[in-house]
Nanobody, 121 residues
């Protein structure tokens, strides 16, 4: 069994910063790619940042230049540093990871339960 738990969400004023963390735990053999998605009220999920096993990153245009994804391999943790936050960034943020466990031969995608980020004055 694998769990992803996000932390670091909250209320922030426009122009402010937050850092989200997501730690994977359980029967983990290897973690491949990790990513962050978000779902704003009334909108579809949006993949906003991705980091592969080698550390290569990709971003959605909506967050490029403002958000930074990084990972700590030893801690099975992925981070999302969010700067220059705007009201349009208000959403529930979810982390995802492709993980091979002790009982699977191929990686499977796991999701966290989400962390709410509200950007408002």
């Amino acid at each position: 069994q694998v769990q992803l738990v996000e932390s670091g969400g909250g209320l922030v004023q426009p122009g402010g910063s937050l850092r989200l963390s997501c730690t994977a735990s359980g029967d983990i053999v290897d973690i491949y790619s990790m990513a962050w998605s978000r779902q704003a009220p009334g909108k579809q999920y949006e993949l906003i940042a991705h980091i592969n096993a080698g550390g290569t990153t990709n971003y959605a245009d909506s967050v490029k230049g403002r958000f930074t994804i990084s990972r700590d391999y030893a801690k099975n943790t992925v981070y999302l540093q969010m700067n220059g936050l705007e009201p349009e960034d208000t959403a529930v943020y979810y982390c995802q990871a492709n993980i091979r466990t002790g009982t699977t031969h191929v990686p499977k995608e796991y999701w966290g339960k989400g962390a709410l980020v509200t950007v408002s004055s």
